[in-house]
T-cell receptor
Framework: NAGVTQTPKFRILKIGQSMTLQCAQDMNHNYMYWYRQDPGMGLKLIYYSVGAGITDKGEVPNGYNVSRSTTEDFPLRLELAAPSQTSVYFC??????????????FGSGTRLTVV | GQNIDQPTEMTATEGAIVQINCTYQTSGFNGLFWYQQHAGEAPTFLSYNVLDGLEEKGRFSSFLSRSKGYSYLLLKELQMKDSASYLCAVRDRNYGGSQGNLIFGKGTKLSVKP
């Protein structure tokens, strides 16, 4: 059982470059999320999706885009990378909200540095 | 708005008991979660409370008082491997999604000393 798989684990980007962070889950979860975590700060929600074809902005969406063409995959696109996007990015998934005590399952994270 | 407060750092001794507090203010409370995060790793789910009272899971217990906007995580018989950050997260119906997305506190870094 792979759970939530994120790639790459590490990446260094130059200012202005673009990249896609990949996220895939094999648990048939409907909900998927992208968070960023900066030192000393809590996890901040970037985008989330409640199912294939449906995405919505979180707290800090500027500079990012997402798509959800399948239940399994939820890639995060960074356009025109900026130093402020240096962070650790976590993808997470969860089952339908109808489950009483669902928690999020997190991927192992992508450590991104923009120079 | 939403606000979650927890201490930044705590230190405790191996074998002891430690309590990590979390206070929150949200408009659409729909459950509280505790996660453990070791340095350089992903958060992992520890506990969930939606009703008032204590939930016990082995060495870990979590308590919730909705009227006070307060929760705590209790760790007993501390082990060195418990050194980690502990994240308090509140699900808020007004934060997107059908049942609400999670809002995370900044985390409490616990150091367990021999």
């Amino acid at each position: 059982n792979a759970g939530v798989t994120q790639t790459p684990k590490f990446r260094i980007l130059k200012i202005g470059q673009s990249m896609t962070l990949q996220c895939a889950q094999d648990m048939n979860h409907n909900y998927m999320y992208w968070y960023r975590q900066d030192p000393g700060m809590g996890l901040k929600l970037i985008y989330y999706s409640v199912g294939a074809g449906i995405t919505d902005k979180g707290e800090v969406p500027n500079g990012y885009n997402v798509s959800r063409s399948t239940t399994e995959d939820f890639p995060l696109r960074l356009e025109l990378a900026a130093p402020s996007q240096t962070s650790v990015y976590f993808c997470a998934s969860s089952s339908w909200a109808g489950t009483a005590n669902y928690g999020y399952t997190f991927g192992s994270g992508t450590r991104l540095t923009v120079v | 708005g939403q606000n979650i407060d927890q201490p930044t750092e705590m230190t405790a001794t191996e074998g002891a008991i430690v309590q990590i507090n979390c206070t929150y203010q949200t408009s659409g409370f729909n459950g509280l979660f505790w996660y453990q995060q070791h340095a350089g790793e992903a958060p992992t789910f520890l506990s969930y409370n939606v009703l008032d009272g204590l939930e016990e899971k082995g060495r870990f217990s979590s308590f919730l008082s909705r009227s006070k906007g307060y929760s705590y995580l209790l760790l007993k018989e501390l082990q060195m491997k418990d050194s980690a950050s502990y994240l308090c997260a509140v699900r808020d119906r007004n934060y997107g999604g059908s049942q609400g997305n999670l809002i995370f506190g900044k985390g409490t870094k616990l150091s367990v000393k021999p």
